[in-house]
């Protein structure tokens, strides 16, 4: 049982390039959301997944795009990268209309 | 825009002592309360969560809730060293969940 789990752990991208977070979760959990974290700031929600199928902006959604790939899995894809977007992000789950949320391990992300 | 408030710290506590952490609220409407644990480099992890007037206890930890005050704490008994971390306050609210930026905890041996 590995919980939430996040690829890759690091990255570093040059502005204007794309990438993909990859998100699954292995507790059969509806809800998936992603985070990220900046010094000062606290955790901000990007965007969430309160079930498969859906997907909501959350605070701070612009240069974001998302996809519910299944139940297991929630994606994050920075169309074209911005030094403004180097965080690390989290992706967190859990069950529908709880709040409990279990976060996996994080993706450390610069942009130059 | 609802807030959730917590003092940043560091909070220096002794090994042994109890530390209290505490957080304010300003949406009156929220119903669901959590405290999460974030240790430097790691991501945070659910300790307690509470979701009616009172304390709940949990081992070493005791969550307090007051809704009318718009106030929820955490007190760690006989702290350790393995309690230095961020301990982050996050409160529900609009169907969504808002989190404090944390207190920094840092037991003194």
């Known amino acids: 049982n590995a919980g939430v789990t996040q690829t890759p752990k690091f990255q570093v991208l040059k502005t204007g390039q794309s990438m993909t977070l990859q998100c699954a979760q292995d507790?059969?959990?509806?809800?998936m959301y992603w985070y990220r974290q900046d010094p000062g700031m606290g955790l901000r929600l990007i965007y969430y997944s309160a079930s498969e199928g859906t997907t909501d902006k959350g605070e701070v959604p612009n240069g974001y795009n998302v996809s519910r790939l299944n139940k297991r899995e929630f994606s994050l894809r920075l169309e074209s990268a911005a030094p403004s977007q180097t965080s690390v992000y989290f992706c967190?789950?859990?069950?529908?209309?709880?709040?409990?949320?279990?976060f996996g391990p994080g993706t450390r992300l610069t942009v130059t | 825009q609802k807030e959730v408030e917590q003092n940043s710290g560091p909070l220096s506590v002794p090994e042994g002592a109890i530390a209290s952490l505490n957080c304010t609220y300003s949406d009156r409407g929220s119903q669901s309360f959590f405290w999460y644990r974030q240790y430097s480099g790691k991501s945070p992890e659910l300790i307690m969560s509470i979701y009616s007037n009172g304390d709940k206890e949990d081992g070493r930890f005791t969550a307090q809730l007051n809704k009318a005050s718009q106030y929820v704490s955490l007190l760690i008994r006989d702290s350790q060293p393995s309690d230095s971390a961020t301990y982050l306050c996050?409160?529900?609210?609009?169907?969504?969940?808002?989190f404090g930026k944390g207190t920094r905890l840092h037991i003194l041996p």
């Open positions: 507790m059969n959990h509806n809800s």
């Open positions: 996050a409160v529900t609210g609009d169907d969504k969940i808002i």
């Open positions: 967190a789950s859990s069950e529908w209309l709880s709040y409990e949320q279990y």
